[in-house]
């Protein structure tokens, strides 16, 4: 195992990443627990992250002495390398703004880390992260590349096995980064390269019985493919003692109450409690036309529906959630930081204080597409896998204005019309989520030779890679028109069909 220890870089789920890409399993841990986690560990390697502080500071974070003491290699990146360099005797000066970017960096020195990467006397691009420098090398360290800015660009203590770099490896601007991740992780801290996911599934397993022992889980499942994976991982672990719970608020799409209990129940024998609140919940919305009012309605009440549920059930004493790590990730980073709230992402927060119960997250250390892998592990369908995500709030977010039951029932049939012709043509898999949204504005048409007054429907699909920025989709024009002629031809309500060609920024991915 490799223990990274967190100094709050942006970046520093992308460093464990690169490290399970190379088969090897590692965790990340703030630096604030750090010595208890690398006592308990006891990884055969260390990576210290970047993060936005500055050794300089009096009050800065440092990484546990323990860490330099134990005889483990260590790699510093970026605020790693300085708190390294400033820990073991060497000097940092700062008074210079942290910022991103090119740079080229010259290779001084053979070392281990550049072993079969980097060749001596080369220059390689590197993705730098400029801020404080390095001005004096500790006892034991030299200089093992250099960039015009950064005369300490990479050093190395070969005999103690200590790296430091000033730029980022594991972001991809940095294109032999993954390759200098490898050196570090295998060759020089000779990590095996076999974990694999069913190791993890297994390993898992193992966590989840310890901590539930014999008490009882309760999990709500939204249709997505997280809380999926997550039940049926759970169900894996400690069979019964997991009931899942379903609220169909009425905001799904087609069949999706159906499929779920299908998976569920049937296919996969997991107890399943399914909650019809679709009448509830549209009572609850009718009226509400801002989106942040929709969306804590909606919270509230599936709060409400699902506490009321889980009570009925009986004596669980743990909720289990599908969080996946960016989400862990963003919670930490955005505490205290100056961010806005652009939309109150749902989700079950506040739940587990309100019951009193404790959590079980079984997806926690996972990326998505990692858990996609873990789900095919279990055995879920690929169909099921490869979903699109899908909001907490459902079709109330696109559907801008007031929510009616005849609204959203055409907005369902617009958007299986949708999907299904992107199935069809295959492009499913390369769009990252595409869905049609009703506007709350009617146009005039011409039907056969009648005029028609009717709701327009707008079309969106975009790429991504997670969800924070997107790109359009650039469909060909025949598919376009083909999916639009279905859907004013076979949604009766439905007169006009408009494509969404806005990039994320300046849009959000959905319309509200
Ligand atoms: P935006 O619209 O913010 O969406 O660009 C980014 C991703 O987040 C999803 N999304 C939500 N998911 N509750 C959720 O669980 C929400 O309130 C919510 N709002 C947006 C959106 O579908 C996209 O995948």
């Known amino acids: 195992k490799i223990l990274i220890v967190d100094f709050g870089s942006q970046v520093t789920q992308l460093i464990a990443r690169r490290v399970r890409e190379e088969g090897v399993y590692c965790e990340i841990v703030p630096f604030q627990a750090a010595e208890a986690a690398f006592a308990a560990m006891r990884p055969i390697g260390v990576i210290l992250s970047g993060g936005p502080a500055s050794v300089t500071e009096m009050a800065s974070p440092r990484a546990p002495q323990a860490i330099f003491d134990a005889g483990v290699p260590v790699l510093g990146i970026c605020y790693g390398e300085q708190t390294m360099v400033a820990q073991l005797g060497g000097t940092v000066e700062g008074g210079h703004h942290r910022e991103f970017g090119r740079a080229e960096v010259e290779v001084t020195a053979e070392s281990a880390l550049f072993d079969g990467v980097w060749r001596m006397g080369e220059k ?49 601007h940095t294109p032999h980064g993954g390759a200098l991740l490898r050196n570090f992780v295998r060759k020089i801290a000779g990590a095996k390269g076999d974990w694999t996911m069913r190791a993890f599934k297994d390993e898992a397993i193992a966590r989840i019985r310890a901590q539930v022992g014999k008490e009882r889980v309760i999990c709500g499942l ?21 009931t899942c719970v379903f609220v169909d608020h009425g905001l799904l799409r087609a069949g999706e109450a159906k499929k779920v209990v299908a998976l569920f129940r049937h296919a996969y024998n997991i107890p399943l409690v399914l909650v019809e609140a679709e009448a509830l919940f549209l009572k609850e919305l009718a ?100 979903r699109h995500p899908f909001p907490g709030p459902g079709l109330a977010i696109r ?47 011409v039907m056969g030779d009648g005029r028609t007054y009717d709701n327009v429907v707008a079309l969106r699909a975009v790429t991504s890679v997670d969800g924070m920025t997107a790109d359009f989709y650039a469909f060909d024009m025949k598919f376009l028109a083909h999916a639009a002629t279905r859907i004013i031809n076979e949604v009766k309500g439905v007169n006009r069909v408009v494509y969404d060609v806005t990039s994320k920024p300046p849009g959000t991915i959905e319309w509200e």
Not at 133 to 153: D, H, Q, W
Request: charge should be negative; proline fraction near 6%.
């Open 399 to 445: 559907c801008p204005g007031e929510i009616t039951k005849d609204k959203l029932d055409i907005l369902r049939l617009a958007d299986e019309i949708f999907i299904e012709e992107i199935r069809r043509a295959g492009l499913y898999d390369e769009i990252w989520q595409a869905f049609a949204v009703l506007l709350p504005v009617r146009t005039v048409g």
């Open 287 to 386: 009226g509400v036309t801002d989106p942040e009012v929709k969306r804590k309605t909606i919270g509230k009440l599936f709060i409400d529906v699902f506490e009321a549920e889980a009570k009925k059930v009986g004596g669980a004493s743990f909720l289990a959630q599908g969080t996946l790590y960016p989400d862990v990730i963003e919670s930490v980073s955005f505490t205290g930081g100056p961010s806005v709230t652009i939309k109150s992402h749902h989700n079950v927060g506040g739940l587990p204080e309100r019951m009193n119960m404790k959590l079980v997250e079984p997806l926690r250390e996972l990326f998505k597409d990692e858990v996609r892998a873990l789900g095919r592990e279990l055995g879920l369908p690929e169909v099921f896998v490869g």
């Open 124 to 172: 390689y691009p590197v993705w730098m992260s400029h801020g404080d420098r390095v001005t004096a090398l500790p006892e034991g360290f030299s200089v093992i590349g250099v960039s015009p800015n950064a005369p300490f660009a990479a050093i190395a203590d070969e005999k103690r096995r200590f790296f430091g770099v000033q730029f980022h490896p594991e972001v991809v």
């Open 222 to 242: 939204s249709g997505g493919v997280d809380s999926a994976v997550a039940a049926v991982l759970l169900h894996e672990a400690i069979g019964d003692q997991l």
